[in-house]
T-cell receptor, first 115, second 113 residues
Framework: GAGVSQTPSNKVTEKGKYVELRCDPISGHTALYWYRQSLGQGPEFLIYFQGTGAADDSGLPNDRFFAVRPEGSVSTLKIQRTERGDSAVYLCASSLVLAGANEQFFGPGTRLTVL | AQKITQTQPGMFVQEKEAVTLDCTYDTSDPSYGLFWYKQPSSGEMIFLIY??????QNATEGRYSLNFQKARKSANLVISASQLGDSAMYFC??????????FGTGTSLTVIP
């Protein structure tokens, strides 16, 4: 079956622009996570969804970042007024439920470069 | 504060030998989960092994085992019989009671033929 997919794979934008990053989780997975991974670092938690609602968005760095999952499947991470410091790989992961050993399946990531 | 510490930025191991990657964590949550992921140069994150905070036995998955010492708050990954394909970044992660995930800074493992 299909894994987690993310589009685009690469995004280059200019400072101040708006970007949207899309995540298609594995079908049937109720939990969806967004992470940001900077060069040489581990993934940094941003937000997770259980179903349609954002169960925890405490990792979003500021109000320029927003994420939605309107139908409980596809999610979009939105970044307004991008800054050079937003450059990173944005990873999405999904899991069947939020509990126990249910592993997260990661997508290939979107590499965002802000010029 | 929740924190994962991986103190080994880089490790080398001879092919077919065993290697231990260190991980310590800091949490006040009574219930949590510990995970190890592998990230090859291609960038994908691959789940390796899981240990629950209440599990009595150390987790094992094939050549991977997790040396869980709860009192010391350590969750070291042991890879036995290293293979060239094991060369990658390895991340330790913790899921807290609130279902947030925290990752360490990773250890780069190089397997030498």
């Amino acid at each position: 079956g299909a894994g987690v997919s993310q589009t685009p794979s690469n995004k280059v934008t200019e400072k101040g622009k708006y970007v949207e990053l899309r995540c298609d989780p594995i079908s049937g997975h109720t939990a969806l996570y967004w992470y940001r991974q900077s060069l040489g670092q581990g993934p940094e938690f941003l937000i997770y969804f259980q179903g349609t609602g954002a169960a925890d968005d405490s990792g979003l760095p500021n109000d320029r970042f927003f994420a939605v999952r309107p139908e409980g499947s596809v999610s979009t991470l939105k970044i307004q007024r991008t800054e050079r410091g937003d450059s990173a790989v944005y990873l999405c992961a999904s899991s069947l439920v939020l509990a126990g050993a249910n592993e997260q399946f990661f997508g290939p990531g979107t590499r965002l470069t802000v010029l | 504060a929740q924190k994962i510490t991986q103190t080994q930025p880089g490790m080398f191991v001879q092919e077919k030998e065993a290697v231990t990657l260190d991980c310590t964590y800091d949490t006040s949550d009574p219930s949590y989960g510990l995970f190890w992921y592998k990230q090859p140069s291609s960038g994908e994150m691959i789940f390796l092994i899981y240990q629950g905070s209440y599990d009595q036995q150390n987790a094992t998955e094939g050549r991977y085992s997790l040396n869980f010492q709860k009192a010391r708050k350590s969750a070291n990954l042991v890879i036995s019989a290293s293979q060239l394909g094991d060369s990658a970044m390895y991340f330790c992660a913790m899921r807290n009671t609130g279902n947030q995930f925290y990752f360490g800074t990773g250890t780069s493992l190089t397997v030498i033929p």
